[in-house]
Nanobody, 126 residues
Framework: QVQLVESGGGLVQAGGSLRLSCAAS????????MGWFRQAPGKEREFVAA????????YYADSVKGRFVISRVNAKNTVYLQMDNLKPEDTAVYYC???????????????????WGQGTQVTVSS
């Protein structure tokens, strides 16, 4: 059974940085896209960033372009989200997700992902 464990969330002041990690275990496949999504209170879950299995293709929501960077270390089955210049509107629970994929692309829609982590809270104070 696939398990995803996120870590790295916390409280930070506006303009600060955080690095989220998501470690995957139990997957019987070698290639998988990984993505980050977030959900703020009272709002729908939204796409943040995604990486193809090789890391060669990355995708970002317009709201985080230039501030967030997704990366992965396949040998560790881990994906990271470096978040810089954080803003109060980035406050949300952040979830990582995995989709087995032989194609070197990553989906941007949450329903296309098969496995999800439990989430980690990110709070940005003004």
């Amino acid at each position: 059974q696939v398990q995803l464990v996120e870590s790295g969330g916390g409280l930070v002041q506006a303009g600060g940085s955080l690095r989220l990690s998501c470690a995957a275990s139990g997957q019987p496949y070698s290639r998988h896209a990984m993505g980050w999504f977030r959900q703020a209170p009272g709002k729908e879950r939204e796409f943040v960033a995604a990486s193809s299995w090789s890391g060669g293709s990355t995708y970002y929501a317009d709201s985080v372009k230039g501030r967030f960077v997704i990366s992965r270390v396949n040998a560790k089955n881990t994906v990271y989200l470096q978040m810089d210049n954080l803003k109060p509107e980035d406050t949300a629970v952040y979830y990582c997700a995995v989709k087995p994929s032989w194609a070197d692309v990553a989906p941007l829609k949450g329903y296309e992902y098969d496995y999800w982590g439990q989430g980690t809270q990110v709070t940005v104070s003004s």
